[in-house]
């Protein structure tokens, strides 16, 4: 997507099970202690079920990392809140908030997604969303955990576990009955495999972006496959976690992989890094969202 800056471009990554449940109760009525004979309670009506998740939530908090914060979207090197598929006002993307709540986005949305985190730093992020008592939060975290300097320095998926569960706890503390949307982490392969074919995005990608999938990346001896492939593997391992956790709590929902698969193009990433979405690419992550916040099942 073209930017509405005339520098140079260049970055890209775009990046539930759900369970419905229905409360009710009958409370049966009896008749005084003071009255002639027993009387046969009777059956109140039961109260209407009420479901777990609400496609209508009244209020938005999202966390996660620099995809949340539309990084380099609009600017290189530069946080573009505006633009965020999460809690974004620009017309071009129509975030989640905006289509949920209207005019209200401005006031009942909120973005605490820290460019640079990992899942270690979700539990902070979440006490301050939890704080606001939001109906929704979103997450998108987990590209970060999997893009280190080296494929040995990667989170181990066990802590990562343990961070999304903390995090989870965390909002479950404050906010007991808010819903959470999780998004998968985006295809970190496709992104390599789409971007090499940039020549400027494989010299931003030699900063640092990264490296331990796009480091090399004309490289295509055993050792660079096997390093990439390495990564790959951690991701789905990171996103069978998301869907793991995500599917014990009663509101939370998982996105069923639909970020990891989107087949997204050069289009959709960012040309100041060739690595985050570009404001097209925060648009399909939006859209992707409100599809699954706002389905009747799964």
Not at 3 to 22: D, E, I, W
Not at 237 to 259: P, Q, S, T, W
Request: net charge positive.
């Amino acid at each position: 997507m073209r930017k509405r800056s005339h520098r140079s471009r260049a970055v890209a990554a775009v990046t539930a099970a759900v369970v419905l449940g229905a409360a009710g109760c009958d409370a049966l009525g009896g008749g005084g202690p003071q009255e002639s004979g027993a009387r046969e309670g009777r059956a109140r009506p039961s109260a209407s079920p009420t479901p777990v998740w609400d496609t209508s939530p009244a209020s938005l908090a999202a966390v996660g990392d620099s995809i949340t914060r539309g990084f380099d979207a609009c600017s290189v090197l530069t946080d573009c809140p505006e633009v965020s598929w999460a809690t974004g006002d620009s017309g071009e993307v129509n975030s989640v908030a905006v289509r949920l709540l209207g005019a209200r986005a401005a006031t009942h949305s909120w973005n605490y997604a820290v460019t640079g985190a990992r899942m270690a730093d979700l539990p902070a992020q979440m006490a301050r969303a939890a704080a606001r008592r939001p109906a929704l939060v979103t997450v998108m975290a987990g590209a970060n955990d999997a893009c280190r300097v080296t494929a040995e320095a990667m989170t181990p998926v066990a802590d990562f576990r343990a961070g999304f569960q903390e995090a989870l706890r965390t909002l479950r503390r404050t906010a007991p009955t808010a819903q959470v949307y999780v998004a998968s982490v985006p295809d970190l392969k496709r992104l390599w495999s789409q971007g090499r074919t940039n020549v400027l995005g494989k010299q931003v990608w030699k900063l640092g972006i990264c490296p331990s999938m796009l480091g090399d990346a004309d490289a295509l001896d055993s050792a660079a496959n096997l390093r990439r492939e390495t990564v790959r593997q951690r991701v789905e391992d990171y996103n069978r976690v998301l869907e793991e956790v995500c599917a014990k709590d009663a509101r939370c929902r998982f996105d069923g992989g639909a970020v990891h698969e989107f087949r997204f193009g050069t289009d959709q990433l960012s040309h100041w890094d060739w690595f985050h979405p570009s404001t097209n690419g925060q648009a399909r992550l939006a859209e992707i969202a409100y599809r699954r916040i706002t389905a009747r099942d799964t």
